[in-house]
């Protein structure tokens, strides 16, 4: 299983653009990479995934380089309401192989 | 969308006794169900996988005996605590996959469930 390495925390102003990126050097060819959002005392909710170049849907952006060691979140202008903790998956969810959760990175969104 | 039930939300018990924590796909099937356990301002840990109609797989460090899944239809999977201890609260949640589902569709967590042992 491929291990993910993320930011433990990082701050940003309401209105602005974050960008969380996530290390996975040893990422399968039959992986794919999904972000999830978590906020205290609720599970994970599901904000995006991709396996390669960009994807954008109405929350979120991934980015990621050809040769798909790591990704970036993109959050545009995010509000406090955005403060989570923001977790980067990489497996082969197809095969229902268990993926394991790293660190996660705290964002605090300030007013 | 895919929707993951967890009841009951919260629980408090007293030490010794056993809970029993259910988790429903509402508008899916799953074969496979998973189980995390997460402490305070800590990232979820697998506990152990759920598949239905045979014994779960458990994680290492995990007790099959203490932790007790029983996944006995395509929608339904439930993990009871038994005997518990106060170092036995956390926060437990679940979550589960469309089998139907061909491509990398991600997983469906469900909203946890906070147990508390006094």
């Known amino acids: 299983l491929a291990k993910t390495t993320q930011p433990i925390s990082m701050d940003s102003y309401e209105g602005q653009e974050v960008n969380i990126t996530c290390s996975h050097n040893n990422i399968a060819t039959n992986d794919y990479i999904t972000w999830y959002q978590q906020f205290p005392s609720q599970g994970p909710r599901f904000i995006i995934q991709g396996y390669k170049t960009k994807v954008t849907n109405e929350v979120a952006s991934l980015f990621i380089p050809a040769d798909r060691k790591s990704s970036t979140l993109s959050l545009p202008r995010v509000s406090l309401s955005d403060t989570a903790v923001y977790y980067c998956?990489?497996?082969?969810?197809?095969?229902?192989?268990?993926?394991?959760f790293g660190s996660g990175t705290q964002l605090t969104v300030l007013p | 969308g895919a929707v993951v039930s967890q009841h009951p939300s919260r629980v408090i018990c007293k030490s010794g006794t056993s809970v029993k924590i259910e988790c429903r796909s509402l508008d899916f099937q799953a074969t496979t169900m998973f189980w995390y356990r997460q402490f305070p301002k800590q990232s979820l840990m697998l506990m152990a996988t759920?598949?239905?109609?045979?014994?779960?797989?458990?994680e290492q460090g995990v007790e099959k005996d203490k932790f007790l899944i029983n996944h006995a239809s395509l929608t339904l999977s439930t993990l009871t605590v038994t005997s518990a201890h106060p170092e036995d609260s956390s926060f437990y949640i679940c979550?589960?996959?469309?089998?139907?589902?061909?491509?990398?569709?991600?997983?469906?967590f469900g909203n946890g469930t906070r147990l508390t042992v006094t």
């Open positions: 998956l990489v497996g082969d969810m197809f095969s229902a192989r268990q993926l394991t």
């Open positions: 979550s589960a996959r469309d089998q139907m589902d061909r491509g990398n569709s991600p997983l469906h």
């Open positions: 759920s598949n239905e109609g045979s014994k779960a797989t458990y």
